[in-house]
């Protein structure tokens, strides 16, 4: 198992049921680099990586906290950069999106409910609003919402399915939670949106949809995650290992000056 420090620039905001106008916090995340099977309850993924045939430069640098932002190294680690020679034979695969259940409990009534985790990014904005709705957050035009959803890196959900017992994918999907995240395919991702329906919360499912994209950020080789924390849920992100304002670096704001 490779450990690898990974501080990383934190910005979402947990969905809760009351909202906030205290501005978010910038947090750091120290990650462990190792088998992702063996730290999150998540099924095996198969993800793509960078083929390279030839054989690649290898040589150590250290990272300042600064440096670490602006190329993805850990912080006070020495770690290895590879210089990978171009090559025509390189191959760059995008993994393919993933979907299985995650809880699934039967009620007194003999109802199966279902929890369904999927990375495919099937998101209905009318669905999405509704979620938006719950937890207590402004409307947002639908189109935008459409928008953002197309343009996500990575679009996480859960969603509840019930039915009869033997009558298993009869039963509609009604949209639980969601997350999302931006990127630029090479070194920073910033997470989103991150919902948790209010009769769902409590069960562990928001620190589910954020591992899972952490985990998934990862092992596409992208090192600086953030996200903005409201004050209120700063300790849940503090207790997944982000690290609110690292070496006092605040989050700036533009407002306009007119």
Not at 37 to 60: A, D, E, H, I, M
Not at 243 to 250: H, L
Request: hydrophobic letters at 35%; one cysteine or more; aromatic letters at 8%.
């Amino acid at each position: 198992m490779q450990m690898q420090t990974l501080h990383l620039v934190s910005t979402s905001t947990v969905a809760s049921s009351s909202s906030s106008s205290s501005l978010p916090t910038i947090v750091s995340l120290n990650c462990c680099r190792c088998k992702a099977s063996n730290q999150l309850p998540f099924p095996n993924t198969n993800l793509g990586f960078l083929k390279v045939k030839r054989q690649p430069k290898v040589s150590n640098l250290k990272a300042s906290f600064w440096d670490s932002i602006r190329s993805g190294f850990g912080k006070n680690n020495t770690i290895q950069v590879i210089d990978t020679p171009s090559s025509e034979e390189e191959e760059d695969e995008e993994p393919l999106p993933e979907e299985f259940v995650l809880v699934e409990k039967t009620q007194p009534d003999g109802t199966v409910e279902q929890i369904i985790f999927s990375s495919g990014g099937d998101v209905d904005v009318y669905d999405l609003q509704d979620l938006c709705d719950k937890v207590g957050w402004p409307r947002r035009p639908l189109s935008k919402l459409a928008a953002a959803l197309k343009n996500s890196y990575i679009v996480a959900t859960l969603h509840s399915r019930k039915f009869s017992s033997g009558e298993e994918g009869n039963g509609e999907k009604k949209l639980i939670g969601m997350a999302r995240a931006t990127s630029d395919h090479a070194f920073n991702a910033t997470i989103w949106d991150v919902l948790v329906d209010p009769s769902y919360q409590g069960q562990g499912l928001g620190k589910v949809l954020i591992e899972k994209l952490i985990r998934t950020l990862l092992q596409r080789d992208i090192g600086n995650i953030s996200l903005f924390a409201d004050s209120k849920v700063v300790e849940f992100y503090r207790n997944l290992g982000f690290e609110p304002d690292p070496e006092g670096i605040k989050g700036m704001f533009w407002y306009p000056m007119y």
